[in-house]
């Protein structure tokens, strides 16, 4: 048993089949779960009042934002090393999910800006990088629009995706160089002594857990459409032939 | 590669290649920024750095676009993927050529512009020296996303969205470097940086872009 078995289409068609009520569930649950437990039974913050409840979906959504051009830059080097179209494919049907979930960071995170920094937007290294991250993905979305040839699309979609990385890190970082920042810093590391309140945190790991579990549904959901989106055109283009 | 380079030179100095219109829109952003936010000299001299170092952005970009799609859609480039010398020095070429046609002249005409936007005087050896160190980073950058759109009918549009994002990094250390310089504070750590910047690029951009021309040529 090895997991490339799944890089066939029909076995992971398959596997995904019975995976994907399960996995959905356990997403509905936990982001239910989660955001509930976050908005309704945790204590107001001291400073910030309700308005810190908007945290169980900006970070969460944040999160995966940034893992989701991560599992694309896994993809697309499966991709071009071992040719399995599953993994291209599911590089593509992520890139639209990542995306709504970058906005969706930007979006909570204005909605947060509003009455605690007083301002909707500020250009902080962390706003900023995110908005780069969101130019990413859209320049990613459109290559792949915008070329025919499924294939040379997703070698092209592949090469821009790990050249993207490196310059998205490069820009994550030259930001911070260029401006200092109002966000406040990491306060979920695992290294770390001073981290939120126990209160506040297993909420809040509940809800990340819960929009991975999401990412990873809704990209399956994609991947399906897209492979059957792929035998759908093979089957013309042979019925066109014949 | 002489010889290509020779070419694609002659080719932009003829009528239609494009020389001097990177140098006339670097001209344009100069003159539309202060009949857009006034003529207040000591605001035009803030913002001065910025405005150039975005000024020379666009020009490189506006260029880019005819970089291998005029040599794609006439089959040159075909030709030239056959021939003993290797994509990458291809790639190589073609973005010496932009550089030679496009960035060098903007740094020299850089100083005049930032005249006319009032730039502080320390200001201008720093502006010279980031422009001559960072445009030939914006040239590689850019041919990379030349390579990438090649087989794309009209793709100038999809090529400033994807080379716009990678350029950013470069933009916010070469403009800091005449920020600081501007103003008399040390520019060591950007200049490096941007340094940094360009022979990364140099020296790793030519294979991803040799490799997408290599896929659209297939």
Same mark, same amino acid.
């Given at each position: 048993?090895?997991?490339?078995?799944?890089?066939?289409?029909?076995?992971?068609?398959?596997?995904?089949?019975?995976?994907?009520?399960?996995?959905?569930?356990? *997403?509905?649950?936990?982001?239910?779960?989660?955001?509930?437990?976050?908005?309704?039974?945790?204590?107001?913050?001291?400073?910030?009042?309700?308005?810190?409840?908007?945290?169980?979906?900006?970070?969460?959504?944040?999160?995966?934002?940034?893992?989701?051009?991560?599992?694309?830059?896994?993809?697309?080097?499966? @991709?071009?090393?071992?040719?399995?179209?599953?993994?291209?494919?599911?590089?593509?049907? *992520?890139?639209?999910?990542?995306?709504?979930?970058?906005?969706?960071?930007?979006?909570?995170?204005?909605?947060?800006?509003?009455?605690? @920094?007083?301002?909707?937007?500020?250009?902080?290294?962390?706003?900023?990088?995110?908005?780069?991250?969101?130019?990413?993905?859209?320049?990613?979305?459109?290559?792949?629009?915008?070329?025919?040839?499924?294939?040379?699309?997703?070698?092209?979609?592949?090469?821009?995706?790990?050249?993207?990385?490196?310059?998205?890190?490069?820009?994550?970082?030259?930001?911070?160089?260029?401006?200092?920042?109002?966000?406040?810093?990491?306060?979920?590391?695992?290294?770390?002594?001073?981290?939120?309140?126990?209160?506040? @945190?297993?909420?809040?790991?509940?809800?990340?857990?819960?929009?991975?579990?999401?990412?990873?549904?809704?990209?399956?959901? &994609?991947?399906?459409?897209?492979?059957?989106?792929? &035998? *759908?055109? *093979?089957?013309?283009? &042979?019925?066109?032939?014949? | 590669?002489?010889?290509?380079?020779? #070419?694609?030179?002659?080719?932009?100095?003829? =009528?239609?290649?494009?020389?001097?219109?990177?140098?006339?829109?670097?001209?344009?952003?100069?003159?539309?920024?202060?009949?857009?936010?006034?003529?207040?000299?000591?605001?035009?001299?803030?913002?001065?750095?910025?405005?150039?170092?975005?000024?020379?952005?666009?020009?490189?970009?506006?260029?880019?676009? #005819?970089?291998?799609?005029?040599?794609?859609?006439?089959?040159?480039?075909?030709?030239?993927?056959?021939? %003993?010398?290797?994509?990458?020095?291809?790639?190589?070429?073609?973005?010496?050529?932009?550089?030679?046609?496009?960035?060098?002249?903007?740094?020299?005409?850089? %100083?005049?512009?930032?005249?006319?936007?009032?730039?502080?005087? %320390?200001?201008?050896?720093?502006?010279?020296?980031?422009?001559?160190?960072?445009? %030939?980073?914006?040239?590689?950058?850019? =041919?990379?996303?030349?390579?990438?759109?090649?087989?794309?009918?009209?793709?100038?549009?999809?090529?400033?969205?994807?080379?716009?994002?990678?350029?950013?990094?470069?933009?916010?250390?070469?403009?800091?470097?005449?920020? #600081?310089? =501007?103003?008399?504070?040390?520019?060591?750590?950007?200049?490096?940086?941007?340094? =940094?910047?360009?022979?990364?690029?140099?020296?790793?951009?030519?294979?991803?872009?040799?490799?997408?021309?290599?896929?659209?040529?297939?």
């Amino acid at each position: 048993m090895s997991l490339w078995e799944y890089a066939n289409p029909a076995r992971f068609m398959r596997l995904t089949e019975r995976m994907l009520p399960v996995l959905g569930a356990l *997403a509905v649950l936990t982001v239910l779960m989660g955001v509930i437990w976050g908005f309704f039974f945790t204590p107001d913050d001291y400073k910030q009042g309700s308005t810190a409840k908007i945290l169980y979906i900006h970070v969460p959504s944040a999160t995966m934002a940034v893992s989701a051009w991560f599992m694309m830059l896994a993809g697309s080097l499966i @991709w071009l090393v071992r040719r399995h179209h599953v993994s291209a494919l599911a590089a593509k049907a *992520a890139a639209p999910v990542g995306m709504v979930l970058t906005l969706i960071g930007l979006v909570t995170g204005a909605i947060w800006g509003q009455p605690m @920094w007083g301002t909707w937007w500020a250009w902080d290294p962390r706003l900023t990088s995110f908005l780069i991250l969101f130019l990413f993905y859209l320049g990613y979305i459109a290559l792949w629009e915008a070329i025919e040839d499924p294939d040379t699309a997703a070698d092209l979609t592949s090469v821009l995706c790990i050249v993207g990385s490196v310059f998205a890190v490069l820009s994550r970082y030259a930001v911070n160089f260029w401006n200092q920042g109002l966000h406040q810093g990491a306060s979920l590391s695992l290294d770390e002594k001073e981290n939120v309140s126990d209160v506040f @945190w297993i909420p809040l790991v509940i809800a990340i857990v819960g929009f991975g579990l999401m990412f990873a549904t809704l990209v399956l959901v &994609r991947t399906r459409t897209e492979i059957r989106l792929r &035998r *759908a055109s *093979a089957l013309m283009s &042979r019925q066109r032939r014949a | 590669m002489k010889a290509l380079l020779i #070419r694609d030179l002659t080719l932009a100095f003829r =009528a239609g290649g494009g020389f001097g219109l990177a140098l006339a829109f670097f001209l344009l952003v100069a003159v539309i920024v202060p009949l857009g936010v006034g003529p207040l000299t000591e605001i035009l001299g803030r913002i001065a750095p910025g405005i150039l170092w975005v000024g020379a952005l666009l020009a490189c970009l506006l260029s880019l676009d #005819r970089m291998f799609a005029l040599d794609y859609e006439d089959g040159s480039l075909d030709l030239l993927a056959t021939s %003993p010398m290797p994509m990458e020095g291809v790639v190589g070429v073609k973005a010496l050529a932009h550089w030679l046609v496009t960035g060098l002249p903007l740094t020299a005409l850089s %100083p005049l512009l930032g005249l006319m936007l009032n730039l502080p005087g %320390p200001g201008y050896p720093w502006l010279i020296l980031s422009l001559l160190l960072g445009t %030939p980073a914006l040239s590689i950058i850019g =041919a990379f996303g030349a390579a990438l759109v090649v087989g794309v009918k009209r793709g100038g549009l999809l090529l400033s969205l994807l080379v716009l994002p990678l350029y950013l990094p470069t933009l916010i250390f070469g403009a800091e470097v005449v920020r #600081r310089g =501007a103003l008399g504070l040390p520019v060591q750590t950007p200049l490096l940086l941007l340094a =940094a910047i360009t022979a990364g690029s140099l020296g790793l951009l030519p294979y991803a872009a040799a490799a997408a021309i290599r896929i659209c040529l297939r």
